[in-house]
């Protein structure tokens, strides 16, 4: 009898599940706690993104939160993939 019941509510619940299916263009709603975006806030930019670049020091040692060293970026260095073999565990 147990069963029979957990059936019958699985079924329920996945056709319900089914019912509530998307149609059409989807649209963010509006937000809750504060006032809408304008209609020009909503429209796709394209363009690059504009980012500040850190003045790096190549003698000093930068670390992160936990404490790990951030490794320090080298742009003029190209990355070979043949180079990037298996690593072996610690």
């Known amino acids: 009898m147990k069963q029979v019941i957990k059936t019958a509510l699985a079924m ?3 056709a ?3 019912g509530c299916g998307l149609r ?15 209609e020009e806030a909503q429209q796709p930019v394209d363009s690059a ?27 003029d260095t190209d ?3 043949e180079s990037m073999g298996e690593v072996s565990p610690g």
């Open 24 to 38: 059409g263009d989807l649209e963010r709603p509006p937000p809750i706690f504060s006032e809408p975006p304008t």
């Open 16 to 18: 319900g599940l089914a």
């Open 79 to 81: 990355v070979e993939e």
């Open 12 to 14: 329920s619940v996945l």
């Open 49 to 75: 993104a504009l980012f500040a670049a850190a003045e790096i020091d190549e003698n000093k040692v930068y670390y992160n939160s936990l404490g790990g060293e951030i490794p320090k970026p080298a742009p």
